[in-house]
């Protein structure tokens, strides 16, 4: 069945590195993508997606791009802020009639220290 | 506009008792989803409710599960018997639509925290 499987945690980095979370995906058919954040003591919120091969998703200075023939959705972000520090869950709906059903990663926890 | 809420945000109960976690979803949306996070794994899909109905809950344990989203009121979790295995974190999500649509944005709650002693 379709599968999602993310960098172990937890990152640590200094304010202003380069942000780099691996997240790569097994799947029947042509899945969407995306990447959800959660901070602390709440729920989770859609940070970027991308619905088709080659596709770039981007928000708030963050970057994932679709790459199917890797089967990789990788998020990048180029300087890191301390207010960052949250879960980060990779995800994929199948897009098939079970479109709904959300299959996340493990997730990964990024700390950013000033 | 007020988010996804679930409550309680933490339940602790014995093994044997019921818990029930409740979900409202946001102003508008009629379609909610439960997922569930074992510890150190990922949230996994449990059932899909619209009003009144059950869509999909091929991910929900075949006992002493089921779920509800009535007419009026919130879309409710219930455990009955509870186990340590069921201890976890419940989310709940909502979307103004529903099915196979790659723009359909799933709004999650910020989740309950069960713990069985």
């Known amino acids: 069945g379709d599968s999602v499987t993310q960098m172990e945690g937890p990152v640590t980095l200094s304010e202003e590195a380069f942000l780099t979370i691996n997240c790569t995906y097994t799947?029947?058919?042509?899945?969407?993508l995306f990447w959800y954040v959660q901070y602390p003591g709440e729920g989770l919120q859609l940070l970027l997606k991308?619905?088709?091969?080659?596709d770039k998703g981007s928000n708030k200075g963050f970057e994932a791009t679709y790459r199917k023939e890797t089967t990789s959705f990788h998020l990048e972000k180029g300087s890191v802020q301390v207010s960052d520090s949250a879960v980060y869950f990779c995800?994929?709906?199948?897009?098939?009639?079970?479109?709904?059903?959300?299959?996340f990663g493990k997730g990964t926890s990024l700390l950013v220290t000033p | 506009n007020a988010g996804v809420m679930q409550n309680p945000r933490h339940l602790v109960r014995r093994r044997g008792q019921e818990a029930r976690l409740r979900c409202s979803p946001m102003?508008?949306?009629?379609?909610v989803y439960w997922y569930r996070q074992l510890p150190e794994e990922g949230l996994k899909f449990m059932v899909y409710?619209?009003?009144?109905?059950?869509?999909?809950e091929s991910g929900m344990p075949k006992e002493r599960f089921s779920a509800e989203f009535p007419k009026e009121g919130p879309s409710i979790l219930r455990i009955q018997q509870v186990v340590r295995g069921d201890s976890a974190a419940y989310f709940c999500?909502?979307?103004?639509?529903?099915?196979?649509?790659?723009?359909?944005?799933?709004?999650f709650g910020p989740g309950t925290r069960l713990t069985v002693l």
């Open positions: 999500a909502s979307s103004p639509r529903g099915s196979a649509s790659r723009n359909n944005e799933q709004f």
């Open positions: 799947a029947t058919g042509y899945p969407s």
């Open positions: 991308a619905t088709k091969a080659d």
């Open positions: 995800a994929l709906s199948d897009g098939g009639y079970s479109g709904y059903a959300l299959n």
């Open positions: 102003k508008g949306h009629s379609h």
């Open positions: 409710l619209q009003k009144e109905n059950i869509i999909d």
